[in-house]
């Protein structure tokens, strides 16, 4: 089992750039795919950006690509989403999540464990 607690979020203007951080608990950190979603006021839950056990492999939403970069660390139990060039639709609460299926898993129901969000405003 796994607790993640995201921080990092807060108000930019349009252009602007955030790091978000996902900090996690458990010594099997090392044995989860980490996930990035978003979730926008009256929309459903998004899939954003993962990363593979070792740090090797990322996998990023077409709307996002080369504006995101998602990183981990598994020496520290962390994992990150480098926000730049952040644009007033990238307005939502952004979660952290780990599955220990294999393969790129973008959806949602396929990861077990959540953090509890993070706001992320980009004002135009």
């Known amino acids: 089992q796994v607790q993640l607690v995201e921080s990092g979020g807060g108000l930019v203007q349009d252009g602007g750039s955030l790091r978000l951080s996902c900090a996690a608990s458990g010594r099997t950190f090392g044995s989860y795919v980490l996930g990035w979603f978003r979730q926008a006021l009256g929309k459903e839950r998004e899939f954003v950006a993962l990363v593979n056990r070792s740090g090797s492999s990322t996998y990023y939403a077409d709307s996002v690509k080369g504006r995101f970069t998602v990183s981990r660390d598994n020496a520290k139990n962390t994992v990150s989403l480098q926000m730049d060039s952040l644009k007033p639709e990238d307005t939502a609460v952004y979660y952290c999540?780990?599955?220990?299926?294999?393969?790129?898993?973008?959806?949602?129901?396929?990861?077990?464990?959540w953090g509890q969000g993070t706001q992320v405003t980009v004002s135009s």
């Open positions: 999540a780990a599955t220990r299926y294999f393969g790129v898993t973008t959806a949602p129901a396929l990861y077990s464990y």
